[in-house]
């Protein structure tokens, strides 16, 4: 162990346009949240292994002896990642006796924390205690998943001297360099992979990198020196089915090609031009022009996004709610629910912010006011987290 105790945080995601059609291969740009995951790592001299997930009411732990005979066979990944090790997989499996088709979120989270235990430190299993709590809700399509993993993958990662201990006495928050952020991407996608099977990797990069990225047949790319805008998150609490909704998006392709590949191709132009408002943005100062622009594109994904089928009477509540006060919103995600976001300019009255969240969950919905092109991964010392997070993590 190379530290007693440190604390990491990532961001949670949204799809700020190309939903559904980026499953096409459309462009689609996805953003860091505001809304973070926080992790704490201490080494102890129990013999056991801890893991503490208080958001799902979560409290496990196991001796280090009883884990140990799990790797019999199993290389040492030394920080080097090749593929998912299906053989250790299937032992923790049976060792957890977590079936094949699990999809509880308590059971992926402990399969994850343990695979990436396992494997980060086979040659030599430490005590440690790791501790989780999350701002972001679980199930929402909010990248929670993803910012566990990206979290779980820095800690043990920094904790076996795989990556540097970036923070110096006089930071509180630092980030690793480019190519250790690459395998703490490459780390938390295979957390991913334990959690969700066939994952696009976008998640987890997002909660890497941070800010926004562009997504394309499989390419994901930062952009550099985009601006921080403030937002309300808004959960329906509508649940759905993402598989069903993908699905009903394919039938209606498949049924009208002549129509929807046009609506396909102008959300990636919606994409696009957002993309290039959002650098112009960063480059020259934001402007009220550029504000009417992402507003514009905003209803018109959201018109888009209807003519696919995946809009509920839930988010045009929250688009007719939002509009009366001059503000601008979509659903972000799979749709039929959900969760929908709205966009806030830096002179949004913040009486104005105050009546539309009451609106809101005066409707049954969730509402937060927050920001995305958040920071992606970060260690922090103790003093820069508030005292309201660090209790929590510390109180295991």
């Known amino acids: ?37 926080f992790l704490r790592l201490q080494s102890t001299s129990s013999g056991e292994v801890h893991i ?9 732990s196991w001796e280090i002896t009883a884990l140990q005979p799990l790797l019999a066979g199993c290389k040492a990944e030394q920080g080097g990642l090749k593929d998912l090790d299906a053989d250790l997989l299937k032992r923790l499996r049976e060792f957890t006796r ?9 059971s992926m989270a402990v399969l994850a924390f343990l695979y990436m235990y396992l494997s980060v430190f086979a040659e030599s299993l430490a005590s440690i205690t790791v501790s989780v709590w999350s701002e972001l809700p679980t199930g929402a399509g909010l990248g929670s998943s993803a910012a566990y993993n990206v979290c779980l993958s820095a800690a043990l990662l920094s904790a076996r001297g795989n990556i540097s201990n970036p923070l110096t006495p006089q930071q509180e928050s630092a980030r690793w360099s480019k190519e250790e952020m690459e395998l703490i991407n490459r780390w938390a996608f295979m957390g ?7 994952p696009s990797g976008v998640d987890n990069a997002v909660g890497t990198w941070g800010g926004f990225l562009r997504y394309h047949a499989g390419n994901i790319t930062p952009l550099s020196w985009v601006p921080v805008l403030r937002i309300l998150l808004t ?53 009220a022009e550029h504000y009417n622009i992402l507003e514009e594109l905003i209803d018109i994904n959201q018109h888009h996004l209807n003519v696919m089928g995946v809009g509920h009477s839930s988010l045009d509540t929250l688009c007719r709610v939002t509009l009366a006060r001059g503000l601008h919103s979509k659903l972000t995600g799979a749709g039929g629910g959900g969760c929908g976001i709205t966009l806030l300019r830096p002179e949004t009255d913040t009486t104005v912010i105050q009546s539309t969240v009451e609106e809101l969950k005066a409707c049954g919905f969730d509402c937060w006011e927050t920001s995305i092109g958040a920071p992606g991964v970060q260690q922090h010392s103790s003093a820069a987290l508030s005292q309201h997070i660090l209790k929590i993590l510390s109180s295991y």
């Open 235 to 287: 959960n329906t609490k509508v649940p759905r089915s993402t598989k069903v909704l993908v699905s009903g998006v394919k039938d209606k392709i498949n049924k009208f090609p002549s129509v929807m590949k046009p609506v396909l191709e102008s959300v990636s132009a919606v994409s696009c031009v957002c993309e290039q408002t959002l650098i112009e943005m960063a480059e020259r100062g934001p402007s």
């Open 1 to 37: 162990m190379q530290t007693r105790e440190f604390f990491v945080s990532a961001p949670g995601k949204v799809i700020l346009h190309g939903e559904h059609s980026v499953v096409h291969g459309q462009v689609a740009l996805a953003v860091s949240l505001n809304l973070r995951t």
């Open 52 to 60: 503490n997930l208080p958001n799902i009411d979560t409290f496990l």
């Open 98 to 106: 977590i079936s094949e088709d699990s999809t509880d979120t308590r």
């Open 192 to 198: 991913e992979k334990i959690i969700h099977g066939n």
